[in-house]
């Protein structure tokens, strides 16, 4: 069975402090997804990663696949930086299945 | 606004009824997903459709559960005789394979069940 771990599962920050999400993963995966989700229930998917590392505009994401072990940064965080993040990976052994980790949710206060 | 669309976004309906919500993906996706996701909770895998074919099923999906996606492109997901547990937000997904994987979630369907 295919585990997704997230760490931490709470985190409070003050506006502009450097974030860091982590998300670790028992077996082979095709690609890895960090999504956020916002109350209410909206998903949006922020990054796909196989290999690497990608950025888009204050956020990071980097994936190592040896270690099975992916990290999502912010950087100069912001109040509408709040959300719950979340790690999704699909699993090599399916084709389909997108198995989540819990989420990280991510208070940043003014 | 992603493009998929959900219907209704929130239900409220005694238990022992039926309920079915309907997912319109983005035109030309190929897959299409069924989550559910209770609070605090990750979403979980029920199923997914590559085109009309439904490829995968989880031992979630319960036999009370039913996934259509006749035509390839709206998808429905039926529950027969909804029991409180039901209760959850249940999300729908979408993406077209080999474009980068990008996957692009509705905003769910709300299901209160009393």
Redesign the interface.
Known sequence: KNEVEQSPQNLTAQEGEFITINCSYSVGISALHWLQQHPGGGIVSLFMLSSGKKKHGRLIATINIQEKHSSLHITASHPRDSAVYICAVMWGGSQGNLIFGKGTKLSVKP | D?GVSQDPRHKITKRGQNVTFRCDPISEHN?L?W?R?TL??????LT?F?NEAQ??K?RLLSDRFSAERPKGSFSTLEIQRTEQGDSA?Y?C?TLLQGS??????G??S?LTVV
């Open positions: 992603t897959r997903y989550y996701q605090g909770q990750g979403p979980e895998f997914y590559q490829l995968e989880s937000m999300l997904a980068g994987n990008t996957i692009y979630f905003e769910g709300w």
